[in-house]
């Protein structure tokens, strides 16, 4: 075989068009035992989404598996961790920041559920280059992905004291600006910025609500009861995206940042799993169904990380190289799954074709962000040596 990495993406597309055989349990596994680039072989893990969220059915994964180096211990998931708060809770400046941190937690709440409302009923993301229209549901997908270096990404991370998921938003953020001035430069290509005035982004980022339980719950739940359950407990958040072209590409991740920051105080994911469950049980799945429809079509896209192993793992013996999850079936063209693996990073695009005829060339626009972001950094601890 010529291409064994092009045949591997033609026969994952063609299964997106094949629905889960519903007389049967609706999961599959499928081995296409063709060496490419990155493995030996390619394991297709299909799951149908009403068996539980992404974050339940990674972890399920993981707990299949385990560490290549310990074949009895389960794979090592690093833990968010806590920030620190200040030990010092007495006063009258701590109380006053304590009331002005939930009038905004309250306020922002208040928003969000606004703008989520006015999503559902009428608020639409402009028609650009990315945005599916009516029946992309439908449509056959092309998933393809690239590997990054978590090294980069950390490298990027601790200079701009943020974190990976604001080094990632802004790698969304450089790389679609990106892409978008060249797809509007097809036209009129004497100008380098090409990009209209001002349009209206965002990206639908399902969060996940269930406490984190850890792989050995998951590993007991298989074999006895415990307190990880399925299912999908999942809420909703719309990420806004400035599309810009900027003479410093590190302003990309200081405005993720200030996005990300001002999200994080809001309870709108754990408010919109809460209405759902509300309106299932008051109207009925098909209701609930209708108003995520509703989400979905009216952004422009999806987007999710998800932290993986730090060590090499592996499946019933057989090590894994990489990991590349993503999901199809909603009504958008485009979606981007980060998905880490020891010191890799794995960009998994899924798109429309008819829409998007080029997710190489996004991917590639992805990882040109990564390293330009991660050169200004080097270039700015150089001047600051010198200037030493």
């Known amino acids: ?37 990155e493995a030996e072989a390619v394991a297709i893990l299909r799951i149908h989404h009403s068996i539980g969220d992404g ?25 968010q961790k806590q920030t620190d708060r200040p030990r ?10 304590s009331v002005w941190s939930v009038l905004r937690l309250i306020l922002n709440t208040l928003v969000d559920i606004s703008l ?3 999503t559902i009923l009428f608020m639409k993301d402009t028609k650009t280059p990315l945005k599916g229209l009516s029946g992309v549901e439908h449509n056959p997908k092309r998933i393809v992905h690239q590997t990054l270096s978590l090294d980069d990404i950390k490298l990027v991370k601790n200079a701009m004291a943020v974190t990976v998921n604001d080094v990632i938003l802004g790698v969304m953020q450089a790389g679609l600006s990106r892409y978008l001035n060249r797809k509007y430069g097809e036209v009129d290509k004497s100008k380098s910025n090409n990009l209209p005035g001002h349009f209206r982004l965002r990206a639908t980022v399902l969060v996940n609500i269930r406490q984190a339980i850890g792989i050995q719950a998951i590993a007991d739940m298989m074999k006895k009861k415990s307190k990880a359950k399925w299912g999908n407990k999942l809420g909703f958040i719309c990420f806004p995206f400035t599309i810009a072209l900027r003479l410093d590409p590190l302003d990309y991740i200081r405005q993720a ?43 422009t896209m999806s987007i999710s990380n998800v932290v993986g192993p730090v060590e090499e793992i592996s499946f019933f013996g057989h090590p894994i190289a990489f990991i590349a999850p993503t999901v199809y079936g909603h009504p958008q063209a485009l979606t981007v799954h980060f998905q880490s693996y020891i010191n890799k990073m794995s960009i998994v695009v899924t798109v429309d074709p008819n829409v998007i005829p080029d997710p190489h060339l996004l991917c590639n626009d992805f990882s040109e962000s990564l390293k330009l972001f991660k050169d200004a950094i080097i270039l700015n601890n150089s001047v600051i040596a010198n200037s030493n």
């Open 88 to 97: 010092n809770r007495h006063g009258v400046l701590w109380l006053l920041l």
């Open 1 to 37: 075989m010529e291409s064994p990495s092009q045949f591997i993406e033609d026969y994952i597309s063609n299964l997106t068009t094949i629905p889960v055989d519903s007389s049967k349990p609706l999961w599959e596994l499928r081995i296409l035992n063709l060496k490419t680039p």
């Open 55 to 79: 974050m339940s059915l990674i972890s399920s994964l993981f707990a299949c598996c385990r560490k290549s180096s310990d074949p009895g211990a389960l794979p090592t998931i690093p833990m």
């Open 257 to 299: 940042k200030t996005i990300a920051d001002r999200k994080k105080l809001s309870l709108l994911a754990l408010c919109t799993y809460l209405i759902n469950n509300c309106v299932v049980k008051l109207f009925g799945s098909k209701v609930s169904s209708c108003l995520a429809y509703r989400i979905f079509f009216n952004t």
């Open 116 to 118: 989520f409302m006015a």
